[in-house]
Nanobody, 124 residues
């Protein structure tokens, strides 16, 4: 079991930056989990944004965020981050942190654990 708590969301103008954080807690070691970020815009399904494996040796990004977003993790702090630059109005969504012991399952959008989400709003 793992609990995930996101922070860092907010409102920003187009072209701006935000950094999201997701703090994990639970009985199992944080480095046992692949971690990821997903987002859900109003009226749309939840979509994959980025994932990172336990050792940070592998990352994957949605095409829509490549070159603008960076996922990273600090296993000593039990935290995963999403650095978001050059934000666009279409990035507006609730951003969810996710965790799973299996990278493929996480990447496929069916992780075992989800955070509660944090709102990101980008104004034009």
């Amino acid at each position: 079991q793992v609990q995930l708590v996101e922070s860092g969301g907010g409102q920003v103008q187009a072209g701006g930056s935000l950094r999201l954080s997701c703090a994990a807690s639970g009985r199992r070691t944080f480095s046992s989990y692949a971690m990821g970020w997903f987002r859900q815009a109003p009226g749309k399904e939840r979509d994959f944004v980025a994932t990172i494996n336990w050792s940070s040796s592998r990352t994957d990004y949605a095409d829509s965020v490549k070159g603008r977003f960076t996922i990273s993790r600090d296993n000593a702090k039990n935290t995963v981050y999403l650095e978001m630059n050059s934000l666009k109005p279409e990035d507006t969504a609730v951003y969810y942190c996710a965790a799973d012991a299996g990278y493929s399952r996480l990447r496929g959008g069916a992780p075992d654990y989800w955070g509660q989400g944090t709102q990101v709003t980008v104004s034009s």
